[in-house]
T-cell receptor
Framework: QKEVEQDPGPLSVPEGAIVSLNCTYSNSAFQYFMWYRQYSRKGPELLMYTYSSGNKEDGRFTAQVDKSSKYISLFIRDSQPSDSATYLCAMSAAGAQKLVFGQGTRLTINP | DVKVTQSSRYLVKRTGEKVFLECVQDMDHENMFWYRQDPGLGLRLIYFSYDVKMKEKGDIPEGYSVSREKKERFSLILESASTNQTSMYLC???????????FGPGTRLTVT
């Protein structure tokens, strides 16, 4: 079993829809949770960063962490065609040598 | 703004050639990483370095080596390129090893 599980999709939704992207993990020591967005033929860029549990909101994006369920989510409100990208979750424990990435979910927003 | 640059965006090499991929970061980060990314397999860590001249194997180090002679520069070396090393190669850097990583634009390597 992988340490971090993420449905690779692809996921296709109409413009304006609310998108929910999710990752589950098995390591209860994880405390740092990130979402990266990667456009085609580009490197990933950090979108959201959350420490421990709770919600974080930035514009149309909301990141949620539920440590009791070992589950993290990224919500995109009023989705736009420009949100079409691959979204990768990543997480780590304090003092860890590296991040652990999910496989990435390919998202397409249709005009 | 943190900037991570990679020497080439696209590279085509022949089987058996020695290939150098270079990565430079401008934020004085201690940690640097090399990944490859393949469809259906996600990001896989090849090597990482937490200090000059220090290196650690990642999940798939076979067929690769690295060099870090200066803090800002981390090189990935394919000693004898093979077709199964055709991939997108991504370099990243970070302040702390468990912290957010900043990625370069990637090098798409094709080995024929």
């Amino acid at each position: 079993q992988k340490e971090v599980e993420q449905d690779p999709g692809p996921l296709s939704v109409p413009e304006g829809a609310i998108v929910s992207l999710n990752c589950t993990y098995s390591n209860s020591a994880f405390q740092y949770f990130m979402w990266y967005r990667q456009y085609s033929r580009k490197g990933p860029e950090l979108l959201m960063y959350t420490y421990s549990s709770g919600n974080k909101e930035d514009g149309r994006f909301t990141a949620q962490v539920d440590k009791s369920s070992k589950y993290i989510s990224l919500f995109i409100r009023d989705s736009q065609p420009s949100d079409s990208a691959t979204y990768l979750c990543a997480m780590s424990a304090a003092g860890a040598q590296k991040l652990v990435f999910g496989q990435g979910t390919r998202l397409t927003i249709n005009p | 703004d943190v900037k991570v640059t990679q020497s080439s965006r696209y590279l085509v090499k022949r089987t058996g050639e020695k290939v150098f991929l270079e990565c430079v970061q401008d934020m004085d980060h201690e940690n640097m990483f090399w990944y490859r990314q393949d469809p259906g397999l996600g990001l896989r860590l090849i090597y990482f370095s937490y200090d000059v001249k220090m290196k650690e194997k990642g999940d798939i180090p076979e067929g690769y080596s690295v060099s870090r002679e200066k803090k800002e520069r981390f090189s990935l070396i394919l000693e004898s390129a093979s077709t199964n090393q055709t991939s997108m190669y991504l370099c990243a850097s970070s302040w702390a090893s468990f912290d957010e990583q900043y990625f370069g634009p990637g090098t798409r390597l094709t080995v024929t």
